[in-house]
């Protein structure tokens, strides 16, 4: 006896997302619309009943017989819809995934460009004060009570301002930021963690699928050799069950757990790297803290120097005046931008963590 079984099969690929590092919504998309056109296919190939046709010899001796007819098992057809939840449950995930990746590499640019644009603003207060400075420097120049060298030193900060304004411009309009959710990261790693547990109990709940199955094959068989008048259908059940079921779930069962273990620990995965920010951002806190430290030393130096020439008698005491003046608006550029990097900092860390 032999049986001629056809089937279209079609190449399907595995429904378990392939992260990018970082997407934005058409990119999401389009991952998505890859992710459902595939399980549509799985789900029509598994829904659809299998043709079966060949020639058989029920007993040797007996009449040849032609036989045609379809089968179709329950449990395909139940996999069917679950292909289509796991590709769900995938195309959501991956939205979260992408998502918060997104927010993690660009927080440390994001907040960059914000110091920077910080900075700007405080070079630029500084420089008005500078001018204010110079020009009435210039004055005295004229009316021979300074001397140029004088207005000189004061020319060099003006060169050292516009020098790290240029830089610091420089620096913001090399800095791409794509458009971000806002959302704290706290919120979109909990959301990520959460449809990463519903895409995997999808995907256990598809597998345990396999451990049983109940089969319905109906059809015809027609004599050949030589011909009947009327060809005689013939109908069959059969159920499948797989003895190893209960070890096979708790086999799942561990797995789910073991993959949220691996996660929390896998260097790529947005649990890891929103901890990893996390420590990069408190390490610049110390960092700023002990910038602004220093800064604020040097200036309470400068502030007591500049209590000794409040009043200049001398060009030699208005030209120690106009250094220690020049030196501090330097200062307070940097004892600002610290200030606010910690601040800047602080808030993000309280925000998302």
């Known amino acids: 006896m032999f049986v ?12 378990t997302p392939a992260f990018a590092r970082a997407g934005d919504q058409k990119e999401q ?3 998505c619309s890859y992710v459902m056109e595939q399980a549509q296919a799985q789900r029509d190939l598994l829904r659809t009943p299998t043709a079966t046709a060949g020639f058989t010899q029920p007993e040797t001796g007996l009449p040849i017989q032609v036989v045609g007819g379809a089968s179709l098992g329950l449990s395909d057809v139940k996999k069917a819809g679950l292909t289509m939840e796991v590709a769900r449950r995938n195309c959501e995930l991956y939205k979260a995934e992408t998502g918060a990746q997104q927010e993690i590499q660009y927080a440390v640019p994001n907040l960059e460009k914000e110091a920077l644009s910080n900075r700007l603003t405080l070079i630029d207060r500084a420089s008005t004060s500078l001018d204010a400075l110079m020009e009435q ?7 021979q009570n300074a001397t140029r060298v004088m207005l000189f030193s004061l020319q060099t900060t003006k060169i050292k301002l516009n020098a790290d304004r240029a830089d610091t411009q420089t620096k913001l309009t090399a800095i791409y930021i794509p458009p971000l959710s806002g959302q704290p990261l706290k919120d979109l790693v909990s959301q990520k963690q959460s449809r990463e547990a519903g895409a995997q109990k999808a995907e256990n709940k598809l597998t345990r699928q396999n451990n049983w199955d109940v089969v319905l094959t109906v059809g015809v068989h027609q004599q050949v050799n030589p011909v009947a008048q009327n060809p005689q259908p013939y109908g069959l059940v059969s159920v499948n069950y797989n003895l190893a079921s ?19 620990t896998q260097e790529s995965d947005v649990t890891r790297g929103m901890e990893v920010l996390r420590q990069q951002l408190a390490d610049g806190v110390t ?15 400068i502030k007591k120097n500049l209590d000794l020439v409040a009043t200049p008698d001398t060009s030699a005491a208005f030209d120690f005046h106009n250094q220690l003046a020049a030196a501090q608006l330097l ?4 004892a600002g931008d610290a200030s606010f990097r910690i601040d800047l900092l602080r808030e993000f860390l309280a925000q998302n963590y």
Do not use: C, F, G
Not at 4 to 15: Q, R, S
Not at 137 to 143: D, F, G, I, L, R
């Open 4 to 15: 001629t079984k056809w089937k279209i099969v079609v190449a399907v690929a595995l429904l």
């Open 331 to 334: 200062l307070e550029i940097e």
């Open 246 to 264: 209960r070890a096979i779930n708790k086999h799942l069962d561990s797995a789910t757990a073991a993959h949220a273990e691996w996660k929390q």
């Open 29 to 31: 998309q389009a991952y």
């Open 137 to 143: 420097t210039s004055k005295m120049v004229e009316a």
């Open 287 to 301: 960092v700023q803290e002990a910038r602004l430290k220093s800064l604020q030393e040097q200036s309470d130096e």
